[in-house]
């Protein structure tokens, strides 16, 4: 089984679209349901670790709950999460989850976003069966930044996307994927969207980054920065919101916006099978 493996806080393992509360989420969760589910406490091996769907269903190696529950409910950040009990963010789990033959041939058929939008549905059915967990939706005012493009203007350089065999234009998901290199202090990478590099800049600045560029190309990028929180006086290297604006004409600019938050009104430790 391979593993889709996802940073935590940085992402989560299914699609951002969540389905609305309602009568309508109940007969979709009960329409496709996992068939088999395995829950086992494991001993913590950090190499270990990684959450995804499978083809037929849904693995969680050595990881805490809190990552299923952000997966489940398309919470980006931990800290966004209230009322969690301090062993669902320390006791480390293994979930393995299959659906029959019937239900993963029917769920293949659905469009993408209907497929990301019923494995959020049957993961919170999960977690509800196996760790009675219950929850409800609140909002607060956070912290967040505009990504714009700098007075000066965008200093990327457009990179063409290459056309498939069949001579259409490939989606913006498969453009020189394997290309782009995301470390501490460097993101690179060619064919990149705007988009992408504005999804893995949260990680650096503490909070939602919302693309405002207008940019709809895809670009050269090659972002180098000082990681550190305070960065060395004596580095020759920026800070990241300098290298934005110096590397590739891009400005943050930081702001208030309302984020969703999920608070856990009941969670048990589950039994193990």
């Known amino acids: 089984m391979v593993l889709v493996v996802v940073l935590v806080g940085a992402g989560t393992c299914h699609g951002q679209q969540t389905a609305a509360p309602g009568q309508a989420t ?17 001993k913590g091996d950090p190499q270990r670790g990684g959450i995804g769907d499978t083809p037929d269903g849904f693995s969680m190696a050595d990881l ?9 409910y398309g919470i ?33 058929k659905l469009p993408k976003q209907e497929q990301d939008a019923q494995r959020q549905l049957m993961l919170q059915a999960l977690l509800g069966d196996r760790f009675k ?4 939706r ?28 069949d001579g259409s234009k490939s989606q913006e998901g498969e453009r020189h994927s394997t290309d782009w290199m995301i470390s501490d202090g460097k993101i690179s990478g060619h064919a990149m969207p705007v988009s992408i590099l504005a999804g893995h ?7 939602p980054i919302v693309d405002k560029t207008g940019l709809t190309g895809s670009y050269d990028v090659l972002l180098q920065w000082d990681p550190n929180v305070v960065p060395d ?41």
């Open 76 to 108: 980006e950040r931990q800290e966004l999460v209230k009322g969690l009990p301090g062993w669902a963010m320390s006791v480390r789990f293994d979930i393995e989850a299959k659906m029959d033959e019937e239900t993963a041939d029917a769920l293949r």
């Open 138 to 165: 609140g909002t607060e005012i956070d912290s967040s930044y505009e990504l714009t493009v700098a007075k000066g203007g965008s200093r990327m350089k457009e990179d063409n996307v290459p056309e498939s065999v």
């Open 201 to 207: 800049l949260p990680a650096w600045v503490g909070g």
């Open 26 to 42: 109940v007969r979709a969760a009960r329409e496709f349901r996992y068939d088999v589910v395995s829950v086992r406490r494991t």
């Open 64 to 72: 805490p709950l809190e990552s299923a529950v952000m997966g489940a």
């Open 133 to 136: 967990l219950k929850v409800h």
């Open 233 to 273: 006086p004596n580095s020759n290297v920026p800070g990241l919101f300098a290298a934005l604006e110096e590397q590739l004409g891009l400005h943050l600019k930081p702001t208030k916006t309302t984020v969703d938050t999920i608070v856990i009104d009941r969670l048990e430790r589950p039994s193990e099978n």
